[in-house]
């Protein structure tokens, strides 16, 4: 189960952006992967078509592991793990283990 959603704020770990922090644009559950904002940016060509009429490079973020990167605690701004837990009315949420503070 994942637990890092869409427009959560992480920094990335490891690999060539290593230090990054970016807002999560896109969760792909099934390959464990997650598109950060500005991070993992590559060039790919695109085809000039009715629609586009320029076509040439465009940058895109690719995705990235979802291993690769840790939740941002939002006091103390640095990476931190996170558990879950209940509330009295039985919804749950996440709790940064730095702080104590939910997500």
């Given at each position: 189960?994942?637990?890092i959603k869409k427009n959560d704020k992480v920094i990335v770990i490891a690999g060539k952006?290593?230090?990054?922090?970016?807002?999560?644009?896109?969760?792909?559950?099934?390959?464990e992967r997650i598109v950060i904002e500005k991070v993992n940016v590559v060039k790919k060509a695109k085809r000039?078509?009715?629609?586009?009429?320029?076509?040439?490079?465009?940058?895109?973020?690719?995705?990235?592991?979802?291993?690769?990167?840790?939740?941002?605690?939002?006091?103390?701004?640095?990476?931190?793990?996170?558990?879950?837990t209940k509330l009295k009315d039985g919804t749950k949420v996440r709790i940064s283990k730095k702080s104590g503070e939910a997500f």
């Amino acid at each position: 189960m994942l637990r890092i959603k869409k427009n959560d704020k992480v920094i990335v770990i490891a690999g060539k952006d290593k230090g990054k922090i970016g807002k999560v644009l896109r969760v792909v559950p099934a390959a464990e992967r997650i598109v950060i904002e500005k991070v993992n940016v590559v060039k790919k060509a695109k085809r000039r078509t009715q629609q586009d009429q320029q076509g040439g490079f465009v940058e895109i973020e690719s995705p990235i592991h979802i291993s690769n990167v840790m939740l941002v605690d939002k006091k103390t701004s640095q990476p931190t793990r996170f558990g879950v837990t209940k509330l009295k009315d039985g919804t749950k949420v996440r709790i940064s283990k730095k702080s104590g503070e939910a997500f």
